[in-house]
Antibody, heavy 120, light 107 residues
Framework: QVQLQQSGPGLVKPSGTLSLTCAVS?????????WNWIRQPPGKDLEWIGE???????NYNPSFKSRLSISVDKSKNEFSLNLSSVTAADTAVYYC?????????????WGQGTLVTVSS | DIQMTQSPSSLSASVGDRVTISCRAS??????LNWYQQKPGKAPELLIY???SLQSGVPSRFSGSGSGSDFTLTISSLQPEDFTTYYC?????????FGQGTKVEIK
């Protein structure tokens, strides 16, 4: 069974960088699947952030493009999110998820979620 | 970006009821439409992919239909654990986008 385990700080200062990691088990980040980040502000809807492939190719939501970086680490079988210049508007629960080729590119496995609060 | 619009935003129903939730895309997306269930404090879970394919392990009371720009999620007989929020999502082109959610509440 595929499992995604998220880690990273739950509090980030304004203008700082939000960094989260998603460790994958039961699959390889070197597979044909894509590795995604999604967020959900408290009480609000889901918002796609971006994704990375096994080769390091990325697709980003234009809303974040200038301050976003998503990367993959094959040696650790994990992928990471870095979002710079954060503000209170970036306070949200952040999820990692697998976009599965065998589910016609649906988000078929998700991490547990990490609440990140941007505050001084 | 492709806009996804769900209706209704919320509905009230009873255990055993048949429930339908609609999702409309702002442009045609073929069958690249997925449905998720999200319980409070939990990550979303995939129910239906490619408009009508049931994800492994999901009860058969859930079904999906549609193509092009109009889609439907149907729950044939609501169970107590089904009272929660449902989202549609298009996987036709990036940025992937979600509907605003439909909350199914107990009548």
């Amino acid at each position: 069974q595929v499992q995604l385990q998220q880690s990273g700080p739950g509090l980030v200062k304004p203008s700082g960088t939000l960094s989260l990691t998603c460790a994958v088990s039961g699959d390889s980040v070197s597979s044909a699947n894509w590795w995604n980040w999604i967020r959900q502000p408290p009480g609000k809807d889901l918002e796609w952030i971006g994704e990375v492939s096994h080769s390091g190719n990325t697709n980003y939501n234009p809303s974040f493009k200038s301050r976003l970086s998503i990367s993959v680490d094959k040696s650790k079988n994990e992928f990471s999110l870095n979002l710079s210049s954060v503000t209170a508007a970036d306070t949200a629960v952040y999820y990692c998820a697998r976009l599965g080729v065998h589910s016609d590119y649906a988000l078929d496995f998700w991490g547990q979620g990490t609440l990140v609060t941007v505050s001084s | 970006d492709i806009q996804m619009t769900q209706s209704p935003s919320s509905l009230s129903a009873s255990v055993g009821d048949r429930v339908t939730i609609s999702c409309r895309a702002s442009q045609g997306i073929s069958s690249y439409l997925n449905w998720y269930q999200q319980k409070p404090g939990k990550a979303p879970e995939l129910l239906i992919y490619a408009a009508s394919s049931l994800q492994s392990g999901v009860p058969s009371r859930f079904s999906g239909s549609g193509s092009g720009s109009d889609f439907t999620l149907t729950i044939s007989s609501l169970q107590p654990e089904d009272f929660t929020t449902y989202y549609c999502q298009q996987s036709y082109t990036t940025p992937w986008t979600f509907g605003q959610g439909t909350k199914v509440e107990i009548k």
